[in-house]
């Protein structure tokens, strides 16, 4: 898959590059990150930041789309948001704004934008959202951002306090109006 960048506003999403590692080590280090967009347990330190940036800014597999969020001026980061699990016209979708830039509607426009762009150009027909039931934050980002809640799974996910959680499942048709 070829990158892109897609403008939203005063937001810019854009591929990551080396240089974003230090802003994501910071962000990955955020305790509400941590907890909801768990990495795996490893120290998050500046070779883990890089190796996750460049993970995600190599799109050659087509299996994911993931962006950086950051002010269409100035640039500074603002979040993250990706399509992953792309296959056979579904994807999940992810995200996580840095504290300094919550409340002020990154994550609906960001989520929005990809999801509009996803099945404009990448032709999907399906895009799911997950979150812990006990992250009414993200389950108010899916709902404004146009994500049906679709039922909840149970014990479904492993987030970093290292307890499972049962999940809403949202989800998004290209058909949806
Ligand atoms: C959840 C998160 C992505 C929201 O990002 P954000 O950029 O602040 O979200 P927005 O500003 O777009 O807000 C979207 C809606 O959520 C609401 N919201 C934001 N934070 C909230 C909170 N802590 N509790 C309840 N609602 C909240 C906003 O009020 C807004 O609703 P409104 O338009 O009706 O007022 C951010 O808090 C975050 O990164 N949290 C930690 C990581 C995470 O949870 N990632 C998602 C994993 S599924």
Same mark, same amino acid.
């Given at each position: +898959?070829?990158?892109?960048? &897609?403008?939203?506003?005063?937001l #810019?999403?854009?591929?990551?590059?080396?240089?974003?590692?230090?802003?994501?080590?910071?962000? &990955?280090?955020?305790?509400?990150?941590?907890?909801?967009?768990?990495?795996?347990?490893?120290? !998050?330190?500046?070779e883990?930041?890089?190796l996750w !940036?460049?993970?995600?800014?190599?799109? %050659?597999?087509?299996?994911h789309? %993931? +962006?950086?969020?950051?002010?269409?001026?100035g640039?500074? #980061?603002l979040?993250?948001? %990706?399509?992953?699990?792309?296959?056979?016209g579904?994807?999940?979708?992810?995200?996580?704004?840095?504290?300094?830039?919550?409340?002020r509607?990154?994550?609906?426009?960001?989520?929005?934008? #990809?999801?509009?762009?996803?099945?404009?150009d990448?032709? &999907?027909?399906?895009?799911?959202?997950?979150?812990a039931?006990?992250?009414?934050a993200?389950?108010?980002?899916?709902d404004?951002a146009?994500y &049906?809640a679709?039922?909840?799974?149970?014990e479904s996910?492993?987030?970093?306090d290292?307890?499972?959680?049962d999940e809403?499942?949202?989800?998004r048709?290209?058909?949806?109006?």
């Amino acid at each position: +898959m070829e990158h892109v960048e &897609l403008a939203a506003g005063d937001l #810019l999403l854009r591929p990551w590059r080396d240089a974003d590692a230090p802003a994501v080590r910071d962000a &990955l280090r955020d305790p509400a990150i941590a907890q909801w967009n768990p990495q795996g347990g490893g120290p !998050v330190d500046d070779e883990a930041a890089l190796l996750w !940036v460049r993970r995600r800014a190599d799109w %050659s597999a087509g299996d994911h789309a %993931s +962006m950086a969020v950051t002010a269409a001026t100035g640039g500074d #980061l603002l979040g993250s948001v %990706s399509l992953h699990h792309i296959h056979h016209g579904d994807a999940s979708i992810g995200y996580w704004t840095v504290p300094a830039a919550r409340g002020r509607g990154v994550a609906v426009r960001a989520v929005g934008r #990809l999801t509009d762009w996803a099945f404009a150009d990448l032709r &999907l027909h399906r895009v799911e959202l997950c979150h812990a039931v006990a992250n009414s934050a993200s389950c108010r980002v899916a709902d404004r951002a146009g994500y &049906l809640a679709e039922g909840t799974l149970r014990e479904s996910y492993q987030y970093g306090d290292g307890r499972r959680h049962d999940e809403h499942l949202h989800a998004r048709l290209a058909t949806d109006r």
